[in-house]
């Protein structure tokens, strides 16, 4: 019990509360001045509340002591240095206060960029998903396939798909249409060959024994192999997942006119860092929020390994 109060993501907790307290020399040389507290309090307790719901999980105690730690010290850096001290310029360096009452002040213009860039996120990876391992499982069964298309999606997967991202929204008439297009070939070829890969490893005993039950060709391939892969599917998600959420940001940043890339590139069009820096965090919370869904399916749905 006495490890759950005292210790230093609270003691830190508590010094971030007391900065509030003290004056503000960014609020009396800004002309905007500082904004209420109210949002970043609020996420100064969600931090807070989260760090506790760690602790009452033996194994993941340690790591969220030291991730909470971290997190308070930068908080605790960035309020203290700009907002109470303002020793950096405030045009680049906003506020956490200023940061955080984004979310507030812009709340539906967030949600809706969010909303749009996750549709296009989930249509693009269930398509290239789904594509990339049928097509996948069934050149890896193959052998003369694998051998023939193999090197060929190797060549094609080494080219990073941020660099032909502007080319494709240039190209195609719709900025949704090139933001599937993008998130489609980030994710295809890289899950193409994963599961060429991941048919090879099947065990051969495991074939011969479907084979020896007379079980046909594609009861095989999407009753023993797909399944049989799964882990290796789902492992692969937080990578796959990272790659279509860039290669989308670089593509709203260039032609869209709405999701989270488009806010930040709007706001850093109009130099307003505060609300660049607010989109940058939303983004990164998202992509955390995520991964952490995988991680449940993973857990729940997901019974072997190997």
């Known amino acids: 019990m006495k490890k759950r109060i005292f210790n230093l993501p609270n003691l ?6 007391l900065c509030f307290l ?3 020399k960014y609020a009396s040389e800004m002309r905007s001045g500082l904004k209420s507290p109210l949002v970043f309090g609020i996420v100064l307790v969600l931090i807070e509340l989260g760090f506790h719901l760690g602790l009452t999980k033996i194994k993941k105690r340690q790591s969220s002591l030291d991730i909470t730690t971290f997190v308070f010290i930068f908080l605790l850096i960035w309020e203290f240095c700009v907002s109470r001290l303002n020793l950096l310029p405030y045009i680049f360096i906003p506020a956490p206060e200023n940061v955080f009452y984004v979310f507030l002040s812009d709340w539906k ?3 809706t960029g969010f909303v749009n860039s996750m549709i296009l996120i989930v249509i693009g990876m269930v398509l290239a998903g789904a594509s990339s391992t049928i097509l996948g499982t069934l050149v890896g069964w193959n052998d003369r396939l694998t051998k023939a ?11 990073p798909a941020l660099i032909y991202t502007p080319y494709i929204v240039l190209i ?3 900025f949704r249409m090139a933001s599937l297009c993008v998130i489609f070939l980030s994710n295809f070829w890289g899950g193409f060959m994963g599961s060429i890969n991941n048919t090879a490893f099947v065990e051969q005993k495991i074939i011969n024994a479907a084979k020896i039950l007379n079980l046909s060709t594609p009861t095989i391939l999407f009753k023993i192999i797909i399944p049989f892969n799964m882990p290796r599917l789902i492992n692969a998600l937080p990578i796959q997942l990272a790659t279509a959420l860039m290669t989308l940001t670089v593509a709203e940043m260039l032609g869209a006119d709405s999701g989270m890339g488009y806010y930040v590139r709007f706001s850093l069009n109009f130099a307003n ?6 989109g940058i965090i939303f983004i990164g919370l998202v992509v955390t929020v995520l991964n952490s869904l995988i991680d449940v399916i993973k857990k729940h749905y997901i019974k072997w390994n190997y």
Do not use: D, E, M
Request: cysteine-free; hydrophobic content about 60%.
């Open 172 to 174: 195609v008439p719709t």
């Open 12 to 17: 830190l907790f508590l010094l971030i509360l």
């Open 109 to 111: 213009v967030i949600l």
């Open 273 to 278: 860092y505060t609300k660049a820096i607010a």
């Open 149 to 159: 298309i193999y090197p060929i999606a190797k060549a094609i997967s080494t080219v």
């Open 22 to 24: 003290l004056p503000s």
